[in-house]
C-alpha cells in the first residue's frame, strides 16, 4: 500500500474545534494537526482522503 508516487496534500485547520463531533476531533488530530492555522503534508491516499472530506468544513487542502 503506502504511497507509490510520494503525492502529498498539504491540509490547515482553519476553523476552532470547539463545539464539533468527537469523530470530527478525531480525524483532525490523526490528520496531525494541532492548532488553528497549523499546516501539514499528508500522503495522498484514500483513507487521508476520506478524513479531509469528513472534517472539510474546518481545514483548507492544497493538493
Do not use: F, W
Not at 18 to 34: E, N, P, Y
Amino acid at each position: 500500500m503506502g504511497n507509490p508516487l510520494g503525492k502529498t496534500l498539504k491540509v490547515t485547520l482553519v476553523k476552532s474545534l470547539i463545539g464539533t463531533k468527537r469523530g470530527h476531533r478525531a480525524c483532525v488530530r490523526g490528520l496531525g494537526l494541532q492548532r488553528l492555522n497549523h499546516t501539514v503534508e499528508v500522503a495522498d491516499t484514500p483513507a487521508t482522503r476520506g478524513m479531509i472530506n469528513k472534517v472539510s468544513y474546518l481545514v483548507r487542502c492544497e493538493g
